[in-house]
C-alpha cells in the first residue's frame, strides 16, 4: 500500500439547493508554496496548479448549484426557485476531479451566478468577481480580468456601505484598501487616493499596520506618477 499523501483530499459535501450528496476536492494547505503576493492579495504560487483558488468552489453534479465556504445556510424567499429556473436546463457536469485553470474559471462563474440568485451579502459576492479577476491574470487575459476588478470593486464599495462585511473574515480597513487598490489598477487615481488616505489615518490602524504599510507603498507610488506626468 501506498502511503504517500497526495495534495488533493476528497471531501463529502450536501448540496443547499437540492440536497443531493456529491464528492468534491480539496487542496491541502501544506503543499500551497507561495511565491509571491501581489497589492490586491493576488497570490502567485510556486506551482500554478497547486492554487486553492481551483477548488474554492463546490459545484453540485445533479443540480449545478455552487457555493463556497463564505455562503450563507438560509435562502431568502423565492431564490430556491430561481435557483431551480436557472439551472433547470443543467446537464450533469463533474467537477469533483483535478482542475485546470479553464475549470477553475468556470467553477467561479458557476459560483458567481449562484450568490447571485441566491442573494448574497455583497462581501459574498465581492470575494468571487476578485478571484475570478485573478484567475484571468493567471491566464494573461487583461480584458477579463478588469472587467472583473470592476465588478468586485462595485460590490466592495456596496459591502462597505452597507456594512454586510461584519461577521466575516474583512475587516472594515481591509474592505477600504481593497477598494483603493482596485481603484488605483481601474486607473481612476483620485479615487483611489481618497481611499488609502483612510486607511492611513484609520482609528484601528494600529491593529492592522502592514495594511497601513501597503495603503502607504501604494500611496506613494501614485503620487511619484503623478509628479512624472506633471513634469512632462
Known sequence: MNGEIKPLYDKECTCMACNQMFVTKRLRT???????????????????????????????PHCGFASTEMFSSTFSVGTKEAIKDQFSLWQRQEFGGERTSSDAIRTMKLGLISASL??????????????????YRGTSNHKEEERYLAQAMKYYKDSYQHADYIGSQMTDMRVLYLIAELSRKLGNQAEAIRYFSEVIHHKNRALEANLVEMAREQWYIMRQDIKEVDNH
Open 30 to 60: 501544506r503543499f500551497v508554496k507561495v511565491k509571491k503576493l501581489h497589492s490586491d492579495f493576488f497570490t502567485e504560487y510556486k506551482d500554478p496548479s497547486l492554487n486553492p483558488s481551483y477548488y474554492e468552489v463546490s459545484v453540485c
Open 118 to 135: 441566491k442573494k448574497e451579502k455583497s462581501i459574498v459576492i465581492a470575494g468571487l468577481c476578485l478571484r475570478l479577476a485573478w484567475l
